[in-house]
T-cell receptor
Framework: AQSVTQPDIHITVSEGASLELRCNYSYGATPYLFWYVQSPGQGLQLLLKYFSGDTLVQGIKGFEAEFKRSQSSFNLRKPSVHWSDAAEYFCAVEVLTGGGNKLTFGTGTQLKVEL | DAMVIQNPRYQVTQFGKPVTLSCSQTLNHNVMYWYQQKSSQAPKLLFHYYDKDFNNEADTPDNFQSRRPNTSFCFLDIRSPGLGDAAMYLC??????????????FGPGTRLTVT
């Protein structure tokens, strides 16, 4: 069965510093990977996705992620964090079911930004 | 803007009193999902509809039911809410995976409190 691990439950960075959030997945086939962001009391917003092709994907809000098959990782990065980036970040792997796509989420990383 | 709408945003119900949460979409997606997200946890898929076909997750309690009267609307019914059902309920939609890989679009969620 597929699974996603986000090893860091909480991360604190200073505004303007770089950020990397870790994500490792376990899935027997080609993974389809996502990063979502959730602000308090809100739904999930898609930051970026990897389906195939270039392993470095660009997303919204200046985020990027790199797919590394050899390490089963899909880490999220941002070169300079803004205070508004404080939120919870979820990595997810998608399983195709021949109709709907089922997402399995990691447990999330809570990002705090210090001014 | 095309979107996923959830009503109400906040719902308070009494222990054992049936409650219905609503989701509508203007994206014309044929797949709709319901997730349960408890505090500080990842979203957990309860079930999804592929058109009119209902797909229940194996570990979703019988207390949770769903209806999809048309493409645009989907309802989550909790027949006898317990204190453990207090959570954020997220609705999501996507195009079907038979024609490719597509991300899920999430609504803002309904926060359910059980008293």
């Amino acid at each position: 069965a597929q699974s996603v691990t986000q090893p860091d439950i909480h991360i604190t960075v200073s505004e303007g510093a770089s950020l990397e959030l870790r994500c490792n997945y376990s899935y027997g086939a080609t993974p389809y990977l996502f990063w979502y962001v959730q602000s308090p009391g809100q739904g999930l917003q898609l930051l970026l996705k990897y389906f195939s092709g270039d392993t470095l994907v660009q997303g919204i809000k200046g985020f990027e992620a790199e797919f590394k098959r050899s390490q089963s990782s899909f880490n999220l990065r941002k070169p300079s964090v803004h205070w508004s980036d404080a939120a919870e970040y979820f990595c997810a792997v998608e399983v195709l079911t021949g109709g709907g796509n089922k997402l399995t989420f990691g447990t999330g990383t809570q990002l705090k930004v210090e001014l | 803007d095309a979107m996923v709408i959830q009503n109400p945003r906040y719902q308070v119900t009494q222990f054992g009193k049936p409650v219905t949460l609503s989701c509508s979409q203007t994206l014309n997606h044929n797949v709709m999902y319901w997730y349960q997200q408890k505090s500080s946890q990842a979203p957990k898929l309860l079930f999804h509809y592929y058109d009119k076909d209902f797909n229940n997750e194996a570990d979703t309690p019988d207390n949770f039911q769903s209806r999809r009267p048309n493409t645009s609307f989907c309802f989550l019914d909790i027949r006898s809410p317990g204190l453990g059902d207090a959570a954020m309920y997220l609705c999501a939609t996507s195009r079907d995976s038979t024609s490719g890989n597509y991300e899920q679009y999430f609504g803002p969620g309904t926060r359910l409190t059980v008293t």
